[in-house]
């Protein structure tokens, strides 16, 4: 069974749809991560959460929104979507046992395209 | 501002060849991460150095830490098809524990058979 999942695989929208993706994990992780992927520019942070009630941006963090439900559930919003949000989206997870290496285990990703 | 440079970006080669893939910075890193992702997964950890020039070996992969601790590398011994894939390298950010990392922008190998 997958530690970390993400739902849907592939989302096809249409410019100005709310999406949402979804994240859960089963490693028993405190920190949950959300990344988008672009060719050629490597995995950069949206969003990020040590605790349920603590939320961070990352650096490219505007158009998006993100809920922390409970400590295994992390969603990524983005309330009107553009085409230049068409990408790989990837949840991650790290044990803050792992300070200060930081090592995260990746979902399978979610493939959204804005039309 | 931490950056990784890798390269070569992509790199496309015959089974039974070797490569070398090599992640730079201007910066130094308390330690650095090899991903692998193949395509429709998630990239997956291979290996952490911790340590200013430590090599690590994963059967026909080898990795290094500059003795800086501002480069690494990934050497691979004898390509094969299975060893495909996106891979990344990957630091954490600041020098105290943010929880973060920052990520190359990645080295795309295809080995063919």
């Known amino acids: 069974d997958a530690d970390v999942t993400q739902t849907p695989r592939n989302r096809i929208t249409k410019t100005g749809k709310r999406i949402m993706l979804e994240c859960s994990q089963t490693k028993g992780h405190d920190r949950m991560y959300w990344y988008r992927q672009d060719p050629g520019l490597g995995l950069r942070l949206i969003y990020y959460?040590?605790?349920?009630?603590?939320?961070n941006k990352g650096e490219i963090s505007d158009g998006y929104s993100v809920s922390r439900q409970a400590q295994a559930k992390f969603s990524l919003s983005l309330e009107s979507a553009i085409p230049n949000q068409t990408a790989l989206y990837f949840c991650?997870?790290?044990?803050?046992?792992?300070?200060?290496?930081?090592?995260?285990?990746f979902g399978p990703g979610t493939r959204l395209t804005v039309l | 501002t931490q950056l990784l440079e890798q390269s070569p970006q992509f790199l496309s080669i015959q089974e039974g060849e070797n490569l070398t893939v090599y992640c730079n910075s201007s910066s130094v890193f308390s330690s650095l991460q090899w991903y692998r992702q193949e395509p429709g997964e998630g990239p997956v950890l291979l290996v952490t150095?911790?340590?200013?020039?430590e090599v690590k070996k994963l059967k026909r992969l080898t990795f290094q830490f500059g003795d800086a601790r501002k480069d690494s590398s990934l050497h691979i011994t004898a390509a094969q098809p299975g060893d495909t894939g996106l891979y990344l390298c990957?630091?954490?950010?600041?020098?105290?524990?943010?929880?973060?990392?920052?990520f190359g922008q990645g080295t795309t190998l295809q080995v063919k058979p």
């Open positions: 150095v911790v340590t200013g020039g």
């Open positions: 959460s040590f605790d349920v009630k603590d939320i």
């Open positions: 990957a630091g954490p950010i600041g020098s105290s524990n943010t929880g973060k990392l920052i």
């Open positions: 991650a997870t790290s044990d803050e046992g792992q300070v200060p290496y930081n090592e995260q285990f």
